[in-house]
RNA sequence: UCCUCAGUAGCUCAGUUGGUUAGAGCAUCUGACUGUUAAUCAGAGGGUCACUGGUUCAAGUCCAGUCUGAGGAGCCA
């Protein structure tokens, strides 16, 4: 059983179930089939065919279904069905995504997909950690993670009024105003701190404006939270997982990994030679896999950056120097001009970081890590956690988080605080980086991104 | 949100200096052929030129606005 690809001579049909791009070819003998049974076998029609798999005289392929019965169960217009056996842009397939699925390139894509989450789970648990389902609607909006999302049964035509003008959210479903969760980390860190190490891993939401090749309003992270753990333990486990999900695919979706591979050389020859990559997709997934990721202190990549030839023939459009955040541009630099492999730098200034990273012993930096990949920037964002009660609560106050509305947040602080890091990746992002596409809306089955929420 | 580019047949695109009935390839339909591999050959049908307004004797073409898409930036994962 399967879907016609395509439909050759009366008599040749390429028929897909989804479990592999290769399509099995049935061939329906002369005469088996009346003319009106052969007009319905178009392409995108589902079959159900009987008969015996022999040796294939065609060169093909080596085997092949030789019918014996063939049943039409789902008609397919022809004139109708936007699929053809020919290239179709992204761009058009993004407007179809519901029958985008039934292509080899979404095909490959997704089953890559399904195997690198199967993989997130199969890592953490195999190493004894507790997934855990944080909450998908909040009140909490400390984070400072992103614009976020409302959450309201409150009619938006005229709505409950306090007596300054102000909208009565304690007239809302939960008495108060909520939000779609922008990061579980903060749930996160209540729960490592009884079994020690958590993850999560679901969908994260970001009301952001923002038009990218690689932001979506809605995606799949992960982020784990290990007690006792500090910004080194954080960033070998990073390592170590990144490289375990892509060893996975590898072992697993060879097939279709080799097929995204070709897919992404055919795109690279329409580019000027020097925006091609030195590497294929596959030599590019076992470089990272052979290599150590390079670790550097954000301290030395502004001294990097601010020697390179790039600064000093003013190539960058953003100014160097120490206190900045880094611009694309820098981190691409560092990544795919200096290193040339993927990079985790650590130690940022505290003032372009989170209340929560621990204060570093400079009293300037704090023990932050941001993993960046050649092709993508900032895969993996992570920290130490600042444990010390006092510290956090100053580091709170400079930066005008509500103290009093995260003491259930402080309480992990104040009964038996360790030691604590974690990090957060996006699924996304890490797909996009396995399977070469260069458009995060194509490694998500249903993209929702500013203007656009099809399907 | 900002910058740049684009929107013509189901898809990918061409359309000259503003000038007659807007073209091609693929797809579709009809027929031929029958061991094909994105089959091949012959023929046919298929258009609100994104939308609104303007300039002009005349607009797919020029101008303004809007919408949508792509790439880049910012924000970030």
Redesign the pocket.
């Known amino acids: 059983m399967g879907w016609v690809r ?7 049909i ?1 028929l897909n179930d989804g479990s592999t791009n290769n399509n099995l ?1 049935v ?1 329906a ?2 005469g088996l089939l009346d003319d009106e049974t052969l ?1 319905r076998i ?2 995108g029609a589902s079959l159900k065919v009987n008969g015996e798999l022999v040796k ?6 080596s085997v ?1 279904l ?1 019918a014996t019965s063939i049943e039409v169960l789902g008609d397919s217009d ?2 109708k069905f ?1 699929l ?6 992204l ?2 397939l ?2 179809i995504a519901h029958l985008r699925f039934r292509t080899n390139t979404f095909g490959a894509v997704f089953r890559v997909r399904h195997s690198l989450a199967y993989a997130v789970h199969k890592f953490f648990n195999d190493k004894g950690f507790v997934y855990l389902h944080t909450p998908i609607i909040t009140s909490s909006d400390a984070e ?4 976020m999302f409302r959450v309201t049964t409150l009619p938006f035509d005229n709505p409950p009024r306090n007596e300054d003008g102000s909208i009565n959210f304690k007239e809302d479903f939960f008495g108060k105003s909520t939000n779609l969760t922008v ?1 579980g980390q903060l749930e996160g860190e209540l729960a490592a701190m009884a079994f020690s190490d958590i993850y999560t891993f679901g969908p ?1 939401f ?1 009301a ?10 809605e ?1 799949w ?1 992960i982020e784990p939270e290990m007690a006792f753990y500090d910004i080194e333990d954080n960033m070998n486990l990073a390592e170590e997982f990144i490289k375990y999900i892509i060893q996975y695919a590898m072992d697993n979706n060879r097939d279709d990994l080799e097929f995204l591979a070709q897919r992404l050389a055919d795109e690279e020859k329409q580019l000027p030679q020097d925006k091609r990559s030195e590497l294929g997709l596959i030599e590019k997934l076992e470089f990272v896999l052979k290599n150590a990721f390079e670790r550097i202190t954000y301290t030395e990549a502004i001294d990097i950056l601010v020697n390179s030839a790039a600064y000093k023939k003013k190539k960058f ?2 100014d160097v120097k120490w206190g900045i ?1 880094l ?3 820098h ?2 630099y560092l990544v795919e001009k200096h290193f040339k492999k993927p990079v985790i730098v650590t130690g940022y200034p505290a003032a ?1 970081k ?1 209340f929560y990273m621990r204060m570093n012993d400079d009293g300037k930096t704090v023990a932050a890590m ?1 993993i960046l990949a050649p092709g993508i ?5 992570g920290s130490q956690r600042e444990e010390r009660y006092d510290k956090l609560i100053e580091r709170m106050e400079d930066m005008n988080i509500p103290i009093n509305e995260m003491q259930w947040y402080l309480d992990t602080r104040r009964f038996g605080s360790v030691p604590h890091a974690g990090f ?3 699924f ?2 890490m797909v996009q980086f396995v399977t070469g596409m ?4 194509d490694v998500i089955p249903f993209a929702r ?4 929420c099809e399907f």
């Open positions: 395509t439909f050759r001579n009366n008599q040749f390429a070819q061939v003998p002369l007009k178009t392409t294939s005289l065609g060169k093909g392929q092949e030789k022809a004139e936007p053809q056996p020919k290239k179709h842009s761009e058009f993004r407007e400072g993670a992103g614009e990061s994260t970001r952001e404006n923002s038009n990218t090749t690689r932001h979506l309003a995606f992270m459009q953003y955040d611009q694309s541009e981190e691409r372009i989170a941001d920037g900032e895969i993996v964002g957060g990746l996006g996304e992002r260069t458009n995060i809306r991104t500013p203007k656009n």
